[in-house]
């Protein structure tokens, strides 16, 4: 290593970077493939695209792209505290809901500091803690899910903040509502909890936490959602946090000025009040996730019962059959990362890509 390299510090040093999931224009040109004939379903994004008002309002917003955005987010910030019954003071705005995952590290998280999270959860959780000095602890996952009584035991003085998705990625598995309320309940004061609620438009009604109606009770809570999965908006990266008045002022404080641009709020607050859009997309992620299960369990293999917009399988070999279904135009992906190395994730898309799929799938395990 250089010796410039070595002026950042070992913890900087030392992060493995994030890995996405591959684009369709890297596949075309390493397989010489049609991009219109690739199929990604590797980032659970939604296969409808965007709401049809989302749309227009990117189009009018154009018109003022010379100008910087609204750094406050005001328009944005009006219609999710109308559609959260939430107030001004209790936001924080992101370039997606890494960010608002990042701000909480940056604002709350220091070099001798630990941030609690569980096996098989979101890469950048680590990601945000090692970046900031801080040291993460890392607790066995319970039949791929988060061990909550394990993560309770973890804390320490030492512990500023645990992080738990709800449901969780890549396994798509789910905390009742009755059991993360009780976590929460249990958590020290002055450890945050950071709510990561990625996926809750997937949820039915009756599976939703309604998290952001304990607020009130805990002060402690920083709940993050985003824009980029059920409302399709994943190439503009916006996301938001909703929590104390005084989280968030501290949150606010690190936070870039600008961090979200012009066209993605304009977006965002169309998304907001498309509530029939929504629907469709859960409706349509709800068929696509049966015609995956019942193909998989035609094929053999066995999964992971996921409450999101995603499923992970097991299947021999994983990476050898990522590989085969890469040549035949088909992209999902491989999370030996998380510690899986016998699992492949595939999001749910249409129900033609999720045909291509199984197809697909099914030459890869017989090759």
Partial sequence: MSDIANLAPAYIRSIAPYQPGKPITDLARDKSLEPSQIVKLASNENPLGVSPNAHMAMMDALDEIARYPDGNSVSLRDAVCEKFNVTPSQ???????????????????????EAVYSQHAFAVYSLVTQAVG???????????????????????????????????????????KAALKQFISLVPKSTLVILDEAYDEYLT???????????????????SRTFSKAYGLAGLRVGFGVT?????DLMNRVRQPFNVNSIAQAAAVASLGDDEFVER??????????????????????????????????????????????????????????????????????????????EALDQAIKA
């Fill in 205 to 223: 009604d009756e599976l939703k936490a309604e998290s952001i109606g304990w607020l009130a009770e805990f002060n402690n809570l920083v709940i």
């Fill in 91 to 113: 936001l924080v705005f992101g370039n997606g809901s890494n960010d608002i995952l990042e701000l909480s590290a940056r604002a709350f998280l220091a070099p001798g500091d």
């Fill in 244 to 248: 104390s008045s005084a989280i968030a």
């Fill in 281 to 358: 997309t859960r409706a349509l992620n709800q068929a696509g996730m049966v015609q995956i299960t019942q193909g998989l369990q035609k094929l053999d293999l066995t999964y992971i019962p996921s409450f999101a917009n995603f499923i992970s399988f097991k299947v021999s070999d994983a990476r050898g059959v990522y590989e085969r279904l890469l040549n035949q135009g088909v992209i999902v992906r491989p999370i030996a990362n998380y510690e899986m190395p016998d699992y492949l994730r595939v999001s749910i898309g249409l129900f033609s890509e999720n045909a291509r799929f199984l």
């Fill in 134 to 176: 801080a040291t993460g602890v890392v607790v066995p996952a319970k039949e791929f899910g988060h061990d909550l009584d394990a993560m309770l035991l973890a804390i320490t003085p030492k512990t500023r903040m645990v992080f738990v998705a709800n449901p969780n990625n890549p396994t798509g598995t789910l905390i009742s």
